[in-house]
């Protein structure tokens, strides 16, 4: 079992920045994926930014230059940082984390537009 905690959520205007974490406990060994997805109000949930084995990094497309995905080397937290945030972006981010064959979630932390 993973466990999955996300935060640094929050309200940022078009054009801020803003870092969010996630921490991971219970059997993080066995993690071998992690990344970030995000649901606006409406939409359906989507790949942020995935991050693998050697640090490989695979981003959408529509985020790509704005967003930065990390980890640790434990898989035990990971971060993305997010600027210039585009408007009408207000969604709920979610950690995931891929742990023999199975997907863990987070509870998700959100992020408000405060424009």
């Known amino acids: 079992q993973v466990q999955l905690v996300e935060s640094g959520g929050g309200l940022v205007q078009p054009g801020g920045s803003l870092r969010l974490s996630c921490a991971a406990s219970g059997c993080t060994v066995t993690i071998i994926i992690m990344a970030w997805y995000r649901q606006a109000p409406g939409k359906q949930r989507e790949m942020v930014a995935t991050?693998?084995?050697?640090?490989?990094?695979i981003y959408a497309y529509s985020v790509k230059g704005r967003i930065t995905i990390d980890r640790d080397n434990d898989y035990t937290k990971l971060s993305q940082q997010m600027n210039n945030l585009e408007p009408d972006g207000t969604a709920v981010y979610y950690c995931?984390?891929?742990?023999?064959?199975?997907?863990?979630w987070g509870q998700g932390t959100k992020v408000t537009d405060s424009s």
């Open positions: 995931a984390g891929r742990a023999r064959s199975r997907n863990y």
């Open positions: 991050i693998m084995s050697a640090r490989r990094t």
